[in-house]
């Protein structure tokens, strides 16, 4: 077994190395399809981010009457928390409003001034509400318009954020299913791609390989050379992928971060690097492998 395994990867490295011409296109094709394989993942991944920055951004705010005592407020933000629709609430008392206000115009002297001149807080207690998922927030709003909770609020932002947040919802759904549906697509081209290269490397040695079957070579040793050089294939084009890609990520990671402004990829790819070159060596090396079985089975008979 282990002079039949040692002859084989012998024999399936003179194969790769003898004929470089096509190996070197087999392996190019190998190196496109991984990039698109890859790439496909880091769209996915900064998709994802980009849609949850989106989600981030869209909130409802419940504001109170001025009469309505902190400890009530209190008492609905927790009752709120406890919604599994609810991701975060946060509290936003007169005081610590009236502060953010004069924090973002300190630089604007006639707001300043207007502020002096009212000569009492005009600001409301409110709660900032999160939700998990943009179409949560009409439950949330249901669950604050019941009975108990409608003489203490003044007012709920989610009219004025309801178009926003029902466009949102629709593009988050979108979005997913069509990241879905384009990484099948990628999938789909990248393996006819490689199996009709592969095919096209393998019957340029019908000749050679009729002749071992011929004197009597078993199916198993005439197909472990092509599987070793499909391999080959795929570990090679893993380690241009890789080195493609590094160079890529490192020169458009920082657009990407100034038009976020949080998504640092190439940060991802590092932390991440091991993981990445793994996966995609292992399915570089099951797309050679593959293809050539295929390859071998239905086109050359064997």
């Known amino acids: 077994m282990i002079t039949f395994i040692f002859r084989m990867l012998k ?3 003179q194969e790769f ?3 470089r011409l096509i190996s070197g296109i087999a392996t190019v094709i190998m190196t496109i399809a991984l990039l698109v394989i890859t790439s496909t993942y880091f769209f996915y991944y900064l998709s994802g981010q980009t849609l949850e920055i989106l989600k981030e951004k869209v909130d ?3 504001y109170f009457k001025e009469e309505v005592p902190e400890d009530e407020i209190l008492k609905i933000k927790n009752a709120l928390e406890t919604l599994n629709e609810v991701k975060k609430v946060e509290y936003i008392s007169r005081e610590k409003a009236l502060e953010e206000f004069k924090s973002r115009h300190q630089n604007d002297e006639v707001i300043m001034a207007a502020l002096k001149e ?3 807080n005009p ?7 999160k939700a998990f998922h943009p179409e949560d927030y009409a439950s949330i709003v249901s669950y604050l318009q019941n009975q108990e909770f409608v003489p203490l609020i003044d007012k709920i932002t989610y009219s004025q954020n309801q178009l926003a947040i029902n466009r949102l919802s629709r593009m988050v759904n979108l979005a997913e299913k069509g990241i879905i549906l384009l990484c099948l697509f990628a999938l789909g081209v990248v393996f006819a791609v490689t199996f009709n290269t592969i095919r096209l490397a393998i019957y340029s040695k019908r000749d050679e390989i009729e002749i071992m079957r011929l004197v009597g070579a078993s199916n198993a040793f005439i197909r472990g050379p092509f599987f ?3 391999s080959l294939y795929g570990i090679f084009g893993s380690l241009f992928a890789t080195l493609i ?8 990671s920082p657009y990407i971060y100034s038009f976020t402004g949080q998504v640092n ?3 991802h790819f590092l932390e991440n690097f091991f993981n990445i070159f793994f996966w995609q060596t292992l399915l570089g090396i099951f797309l050679g492998i593959f293809s050539s079985f295929l390859a071998m089975r239905r086109y050359l008979k064997i």
């Open 118 to 120: 009212i000569e009492e």
């Open 17 to 19: 190395w003898r004929n």
């Open 265 to 267: 990829l190439y940060k």
């Open 228 to 230: 070793v050089a499909g």
């Open 60 to 62: 409802i705010a419940v």
């Open 245 to 252: 890609i590094f160079l890529g990520i490192k020169a458009i």
């Open 11 to 13: 024999n399936g490295w």
């Open 123 to 129: 600001f409301q207690a409110s709660l900032n509400i």
